[in-house]
């Protein structure tokens, strides 16, 4: 079977090649082992006889090499089942067999020099003439003086080996299956891999081409679970940003056509002549008021571009972010007055921290403004200073219409409103996070729908000692009117 290039090819012969290798190892050695267990057993068994014939030598003292009818005696005597008794004078010329055949050449294997020295050996080889590997092993017997006979048995190893062979093939038979098992194993797992992956494939090319409502289905598991869902669920942020988007750019145009729209009908107007001059003065204010609104919108909109390029710079000084803090309240006083509603600063601290103050004002303006946006009628806006070691936390808090969780987790986003009828472009808190965060800062914000909304800003105080001084004197800077 052929299988082409990729992880499938790698598992399976990564699998294969592991199991392989250690079957053999398995295999070689078992039989190696087995081999010796079985030599072993036949040549300790000669060797048990052999000693045992040399401890009844001594009623066999044969008077001379000539005696056959002493020597076949002797052979009688010791002979072994199954083996061949050999009886070779010291030169290795046999005198007699148990098989009876006569054996011309003289005999100098390993085990015969071996037993002329004291020693008891085995001796495997082919046997002279029979042509079967055999098993040789041999003792001198002597009666100390005159004679020394060598006993020699002989035994064939065919039956044993045919007994390793028919080991070996099973050994080898089990090993295949084992190899199949594992092939059929090692592909199984392959696939499981290689075909999700390549399901993931295809969906993500789809998805490259800018179809995003595909999505990746099965129930994959672990990493590729992890993928397919990270890949769902990019598909579908993808879906959200370009929806966001695309109401940016509905609320936008709206935004920008309302001021546009009053704009032209009171130039019109005023164009038409035979206005008094009270008449004409409002129609100039308002004609200012939307195009400061329209000029607002678009420096919105740069800044936003600015912080998405990363080229937004901040120009660093000391800032009192008490004094910072007083000034917005007094920027925001007439929009504040006109619901009724009251924003007061509740802490006596001074924070000085080392920032961009306009951007810095930028954020709180933003945040209180979201915060006099959002109260109701009369309400109440509290803003809190809290000092800690290396920060100053900076609360907004209202009580007014409150979020709702799920769009907690969203009202950061760029061009995210909940409801788009209420102005804006949905950009402002999207800008203030980056903001705080250039600072190196963080913005938190806590809500209960119905409740109101806390705006937490959290920004580092210069290294070394806390400054805690102000430039402002107490008790006039919380005089802001109906604020304070
Ligand atoms: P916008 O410039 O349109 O106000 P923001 O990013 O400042 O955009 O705010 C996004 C949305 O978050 C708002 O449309 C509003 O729904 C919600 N939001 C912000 N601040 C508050 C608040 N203090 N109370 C309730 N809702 C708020």
């Known amino acids: 079977m052929i299988i082409k290039k990729g992880i499938r090819r790698q598992i399976v012969l990564h699998y294969f090649l592991v199991v392989f290798i250690a079957l053999l190892l398995i295999e070689v050695i078992f039989l190696i082992a087995l081999r010796s267990y079985y030599y072993d057993t036949v040549y300790n068994h000669m060797v048990n006889h052999i000693r045992t014939a040399n401890d009844f030598y001594q009623p066999?003292?044969?008077?001379?090499?000539?005696?056959v009818n002493q020597l076949s005696e002797m052979v009688r005597h010791f002979e072994l089942y199954n083996t061949e008794l050999q009886i070779l004078n010291p030169a290795g010329q046999v005198l007699s067999t148990s098989t009876g055949f006569e054996i011309e050449q003289t005999i100098k294997?390993?085990?015969?020099?071996?037993?002329?020295?004291?020693?008891?050996?085995?001796?495997?080889?082919?046997?002279?003439?029979?042509?079967?590997?055999?098993?040789?092993?041999?003792?001198?017997?002597?009666n100390g003086f005159e004679n020394t006979y060598i006993l020699r048995y002989v035994t064939s190893l065919e039956y044993v080996n045919d007994k390793l062979m028919k080991m070996t093939l099973f050994a080898v038979s089990i090993g295949a299956a084992v190899l199949a098992i594992v092939l059929a194993f090692s592909i199984g797992l392959a696939n499981s891999i290689v075909k999700p992956l390549n399901n993931i494939t295809t969906v993500s090319a789809q998805m490259a081409k800018g179809k995003f409502n595909v999505r990746i289905k099965g129930d994959y598991k672990y990493e590729l679970g992890e993928l397919s869902s990270t890949l769902n669920y990019m598909?579908?942020?993808?879906?959200?940003?370009?929806?966001?988007?695309?109401?940016?750019i509905s609320s936008i145009s709206h935004e920008l056509r309302t001021p546009l729209t009053s704009i032209k009908g009171w130039s019109e107007t005023l164009d038409s002549g035979g206005y008094d001059p009270e008449e004409t003065k409002i129609g100039m204010q308002i004609i200012s008021k939307e195009t400061d609104r329209l000029i607002g919108l678009v420096e919105e909109l740069l800044d936003f571009s600015k912080l998405q390029q990363n080229e937004m710079k901040l120009v660093k000084g000391i800032?009192?972010?008490?004094?910072?803090?007083?000034?917005?309240?007094?920027?925001?006083?007439?929009?504040?007055?006109?619901?009724g509603v009251q924003i007061k600063l509740e802490s006596d601290e001074k924070p000085i921290i080392y920032g961009d103050v306009n951007r810095l004002k930028q954020v709180f303006l933003n945040i209180v403004d979201n915060a006099v946006k959002f109260s109701h009628e009369n309400?109440?806006?509290?803003?809190?200073?809290?000092?800690e070691e290396k920060f100053v936390i900076v609360t907004v808090q209202d009580h007014g219409i409150g979020i709702s969780d799920e769009h907690l987790r969203r009202v950061k986003d760029r061009f995210f409103q909940v409801n788009p009828l209420n102005g804006g472009t949905g950009l402002g808190l999207a800008i203030t996070q980056q903001l705080v965060e250039l600072h190196g800062g963080t913005m938190e914000m806590e809500s209960e729908l119905g409740h109101g909304t806390a705006v937490i800003v959290k920004l580092?105080?210069?290294?070394?000692?806390?400054?805690?001084?102000?430039?402002?004197?107490?008790?006039?800077?919380?005089?802001?009117?109906?604020?304070?």
């Not at 598909?235 to 940016?248: C, H, L, P, T, Y």
């Not at 105080?461 to 430039?471: F, H, R, V």
Request: charged share 20%; no cysteine; aromatic share 6%.
């Open 235 to 248: 598909a579908q942020e993808i879906v959200r940003s370009n929806q966001v988007k695309d109401d940016f």
């Open 109 to 142: 294997t390993s085990d015969v020099t071996q037993a002329l020295a004291g020693n008891t050996s085995r001796w495997i080889g082919k046997q002279q003439g029979t042509g079967q590997i055999v098993m040789a092993v041999s003792q001198s017997v002597s």
């Open 379 to 387: 309400g109440v806006i509290n803003l809190y200073f809290a000092m």
């Open 60 to 67: 066999f003292r044969l008077t001379s090499s000539d005696n």
């Open 460 to 484: 580092p105080l210069p290294e070394g000692k806390i400054p805690m001084a102000g430039g402002l004197e107490n008790g006039e800077e919380d005089a802001a009117g109906p604020m304070a």
């Open 319 to 339: 800032v009192n972010l008490r004094e910072l803090l007083q000034e917005i309240m007094l920027n925001l006083w007439t929009k504040a007055e006109k619901k």
